[in-house]
């Protein structure tokens, strides 16, 4: 995949099969088979910063956009001919009129959009405090750009750190919390990206950006609701912000998503489910929500990977709780864990397995 977008059902493609799939007339969405609400497609900021990672920390080059055939001169990358241009954004960054501010973070947003090269080139020219400044522009458009721009740098790996030491995350949060809707959303995927080091998932949970990422994911649109989950799940591989999610309600709007096929966000919704339930406030909030039965029927009718988070929130839930083993059996639970053993992932099967021993202690509590 190279440029991936997210459909109407928040499904994501990449941009030429789906787009083939709508010029052929076609009025659905290929995995969900729901009807398109409409055929405008929305780039996956998030997937393609993780792309571009993943090219760069693997030596492969990263995906090009098809270009207009003219041939352009070797060597003359923003990165070593072009300096003096990206200097001059700088200066109006720092001292120019509101326009010329709003303009100038547009243009770094685009350069750093473009390439890798143009990423380190704006890092090493001073970019990064100056748009750290401007997250807190009283103008919406601007600040839009300076947290686009920022996340755009954050592809690159040792912009992360310098992004992080510039201050960024109270007031990426503060974007999150306050911003124009694509300002909040775009906030959201600048977390995710900055939470892959493992230190950094600590300070932006401390920072408060949890209970504004369920709120985008309560109010965002697809996109957003996506990367709204996907900062969700990767703060929470850290303990103490599984107890954050907890707390600020993480629970009733992802059992919201997991009833309703439709969101598209089924599979988001059962992965942090299955984090969260790893920690013992999350599996008491996740009993409360009374999740036995939607979980047994993913099991028993869901997509493979569902299935194998279904059955790993199902294993946790069950575990040390006699009242919640006794309704997943009556629910059908052991016939659907049975097949799954049989059929399911290699995680899937172990879950099931699981399972179906706690279920059978029930009739012989003197096995061990």
């Known amino acids: 995949m190279k440029d991936p977008v997210i459909v109407s059902t928040g499904q994501t493609y990449e941009r030429s099969c789906i787009q083939k799939w709508l010029d052929a007339g076609h009025k659905t969405c290929p995995k969900t088979q729901q009807t398109l609400l409409h055929t ?11 792309i571009a990672l993943w090219c760069e920390s693997n030596g492969v080059e990263l995906p090009k956009k098809q270009g207009n055939g003219k041939s352009k001169k070797p060597g003359c990358s923003v990165s070593d001919c072009d300096r003096a241009s990206i200097d001059s954004l700088l200066e109006k960054l720092a001292k120019g009129s509101l326009e010329e501010q709003r303009a ?8 750093a959009k473009r390439n890798a090269d143009n990423r380190v080139c704006i890092a090493d020219a001073g970019a990064i405090p100056l748009l750290v400044e401007l997250l807190s522009s009283p103008d919406p458009r601007t600040q839009e750009h300076a947290v686009t721009a920022l996340l755009n740098l954050s592809i690159n790996e040792s912009n992360k750190g310098a992004i992080v030491i510039a201050g960024a995350i109270p007031d990426i949060v503060e974007v999150l919390k306050n911003g124009s809707m694509e300002a909040r959303e775009n906030a959201a995927a600048t977390l995710f990206s900055l939470s892959v080091v493992d230190e ?12 504004a990422l369920i709120k985008l994911l309560c109010e965002g649109t697809p996109r957003g609701k996506k990367d709204a989950a996907t900062a969700i799940f990767n703060l929470s591989i850290y303990q103490g912000n599984k107890a954050r999610a907890v ?11 997991l009833k309703d096929a439709g969101s598209g966000m089924v599979d988001e919704a059962l992965a942090i489910l299955a984090i969260l339930a790893s920690h013992q406030e999350g599996k008491m909030a996740i009993a409360q929500a009374e999740a036995i039965p939607i979980l047994v ?3 028993r009718t869901g997509f493979p990977r569902n299935r194998e988070n279904a059955a790993a929130v199902l294993w946790s839930l069950c575990t040390g709780d006699l009242q919640q083993l006794k309704l997943a059996r009556e629910l059908g639970a052991e016939e659907a864990l049975k097949e799954l053993s049989e059929n399911g992932t290699d ?3 172990r ?17 061990p």
Do not use: F, W
Not at 247 to 257: D, E, F, K, S, Y
Not at 351 to 367: T, W, Y
């Open 347 to 349: 995680r899937a099967k």
């Open 351 to 367: 879950k099931a397995g699981n399972v179906l021993e706690l279920l059978q202690r029930i009739d012989d509590p003197a096995s």
């Open 104 to 111: 100038a973070a547009g243009e770094l947003r685009l350069l």
């Open 247 to 257: 707390r600020a309600g993480i629970v009733t709007p992802l059992m919201r998503l």
């Open 200 to 211: 950094n998932k600590v300070q932006i949970g401390a920072a408060g950006a949890i209970p």
């Open 297 to 299: 029927e993913i099991i």
């Open 40 to 50: 405008a497609i929305t780039p996956n900021y998030v997937l393609k910063s993780l």
